[in-house]
């Protein structure tokens, strides 16, 4: 294990500052003392693309490269048009990276709020695959603006690129106590992707006998996920479905303010990017109003990635504690509930 | 308005049979006795297709032609490989008929069981493009089956089948109390057809001043369908990001069972459908055990459609007096949930 850490902070805009802040307060508290810690900060966001017009240039590129892995808080703004810095930073590291593996956990905490009566049982993994379906880019438009205007988006799956991510989930489901694993797509209507998918699906099956597996078109997993969201363990799915399905999982299991990320690359050959699944939350930016549990949540990823397991579940450990007794405290700030997790970890 | 109704009548598959029956009871009773109404039932379906091999043939597609309207029970069987009837019968006979404009309207009765917490006020419609987006057959595969297999599956938009829905979104929204629209898409990924989507929906907008429109990214809005669904009134949305959320929408406001469809062609060049969102469910077929409703409210989507207001909301009126005693009443049966319409639209 290497006894030594260089990450790439990337706090972003909104609230990204403020969650990044704790993320990093806990990161420090909770690793070994023989550890080395170095951060550096990139300024990426709407505030360099306003000065710049630059999202994420060649060179930024190469300095990321660098380094262990990324933290990044929030990237968005109202004032930079829909889709410039999602598909000019998010989605271009996620690519260049090849960030295949999107990692989302989600798990309904003792006490903490949900929009579900009753309290169900939670605790299930999605591994979304990164960098193909619908995400790609390909696509195009012709006679744009006109009544005759045409424009279509390519979903592109190759079997490359939906065995490693499917491998990725079947050796997780295999590593949990249930060793259940659910496919969602839609395999029914987009059939030569559907096929591809499924076909390879059961095929890596086969070497993993202890797990069961299970079939859901995406469009019922929605109806399940509020309905039995406790028959879920570990779904794996194509880009654009695992987008759509982690944000309801993340509503139902305590909120996007719990919610965290991990664009990984599990080959090592690029660092991976850890972040909350929430976005830059303008609205509520400066106050001390955002929670910063989903960005610690994604730096216990980040410890597991890089091989600090004990470390990793000390942070989840002190999440759960605080998520459990928060119901019954009075509303505190981002940095104070930084510093209580601080002290948890450290405890 | 016609006096006379000449109506396809598709039972389907699995529950479809009974649930279809309901359905055509209550329509007896509701129409007015001058009103003749013809039904010719058509053999499509899993049984079909074992025996000839055919979903929908040439001259299927000409009988159906024919008459005013379509009501579908329910089409697919686990012993049809999946997509077979879902291509080869319902979406083949939506694009045929060109059923651009896919109705769902979704609204929790006071009384009727919910997932969410807090029974929340949820009372919207969405209107789902019904041939257009990923849909529609284009895209392939090359080097199937081999470890270099690529698969594509290419959503085509045009502003024409774009227009046509938007506005047809509108002038629903024009019509409700609310007055209010909001589009679902993903336009910060799917930038082509995002730009499409957003351009046509602002420029529509401009004559419809007095509707207050909004835009919402897809997985956002699985988000607030769970969280604050009183926020929606009209949803105007892409052939499967609509299939998504309406599965959604039916789960938070009472389930599939009561969740009714139309798939409308508002020119009236072909006939439309109507159906239940729900499937052909055979682990309970046969015994009685299906909820005719949605079937009842997809009649009343029917009525109204060919002009008979004044019988469509008293269909509604019926089954919303049913859904609401029905958490007092002992379970019933599949016909006795339809003899308690009948008798409440006759009365
Ligand atoms: C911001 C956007 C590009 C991104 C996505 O669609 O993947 C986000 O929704 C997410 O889930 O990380
Ligand atoms: C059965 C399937 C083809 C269909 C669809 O995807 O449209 C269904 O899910 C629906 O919503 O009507």
């Keep these: 294990m290497s006894r030594s850490i260089d990450l790439a902070v990337i706090p972003g805009d909104g609230i990204g500052q403020e969650v990044v802040a704790e993320g990093l307060k806990v990161l420090s508290a909770v690793l070994p003392e023989d550890v080395k810690l170095e951060t550096t900060e990139y300024d990426f966001g709407a505030k360099r693309y306003h000065a710049t017009g630059e999202t994420l240039t060649d060179a930024d590129a190469d300095a990321l490269k660098a380094h262990d892995a990324i933290l990044l808080g929030a990237i968005g703004d109202p004032s930079v048009p829909s889709g410039v810095l999602e598909r000019g930073f998010l989605l271009k590291l996620r690519f260049l990276f090849d960030h295949h593996v999107n990692l989302r956990p989600s798990k309904l905490l003792p006490g903490v709020a949900t929009p579900l009566a009753g309290q169900p049982e939670i605790d299930f993994i999605v591994v979304r695959e990164g960098t193909e379906g619908p995400y790609t880019g390909n696509g195009g438009t012709i006679r744009k603006g006109t009544p005759h205007e045409v424009a279509t988006e390519v979903s592109v799956n190759t079997a490359y690129g939906v065995e490693r ?9 295999q590593a ?30 086969e070497e993993y006998p202890e797990v069961t597996t299970d079939y859901i078109h995406v469009d019922a997993a929605t109806i399940y996920l509020v309905t039995d969201p406790a028959r879920f363990d570990v779904i794996v799915t194509d880009n654009l479905f695992g987008d759509i399905i982690t944000d309801l999982a993340a509503a139902v299991s305590g909120g996007i303010g719990v919610a965290a990320s991990g664009n990984i690359n599990p080959s090592g050959e690029f660092p991976s990017m850890f972040e909350p699944v929430h976005g830059s939350a303008p609205d509520i930016a400066g106050q001390g109003k955002a929670d910063p549990t989903a960005t610690v949540l994604s730096v216990a990823l980040l410890l597991r990635h890089l091989g600090y397991e004990t470390e990793a579940a000390r942070v989840e450990a002190a999440v759960t504690a605080d998520l459990t007794e928060r119901a019954s405290l009075p509303a505190r700030s981002t940095s104070e509930i930084g510093d209580a997790l601080v002290v948890r970890v450290a405890g």
């Design 165 to 173: 991510v499917v491998r990725d989930a079947f050796a997780r489901a």
């Design 176 to 205: 949990r106590p249930r060793k259940k694993l659910t496919l969602v797509h839609k395999n029914n209507v987009l059939a030569f992707a559907g096929h591809l998918w499924t076909n390879v699906f059961n095929k890596v099956a």
